[in-house]
Nanobody, 117 residues
């Protein structure tokens, strides 16, 4: 099994920044892809960004240009740096890890980000 724990969410004013972290533990295959998704109230979960084990990144459209995804493989941790936050970015942000055949997909519990105007 794989466990994912997100941290770094909270309340921030519009125009502010946050850094989210996701730390993985358990049976992790180093050849994995990690990603951040977000889900705003009443909306579907949407990709923010993904990063492969080699560091190749891909960004969704909604927050592109205001977020940077990175990872530290030695610490099994992924980061999401967000800048110029707006109230529309308010959502629960989830960490996802995909590995192996299928692939097998694991999700974290999510961390709430609230941006006040």
């Amino acid at each position: 099994q794989v466990q994912l724990v997100e941290s770094g969410g909270g309340l921030v004013q519009a125009g502010g920044s946050l850094r989210l972290s996701c730390t993985a533990s358990g049976s992790i295959n180093r050849l994995n892809t990690m990603a951040w998704y977000y889900q705003a109230p009443g909306k579907e979960r949407e990709l923010v960004a993904s990063i492969t084990h080699t560091g190749r990144t891909d960004y969704g459209t909604s927050l592109k240009g205001r977020v940077t995804i990175s990872r530290d493989n030695t610490k099994k941790t992924m980061f999401l740096d967000m800048i110029n936050l707006t109230p529309e970015d308010t959502a629960v942000y989830y960490c996802r890890l995909a590995q192996g055949i299928g692939p097998q997909v694991y999700w974290g519990q999510g961390t709430q980000v609230t941006v006040s105007s």
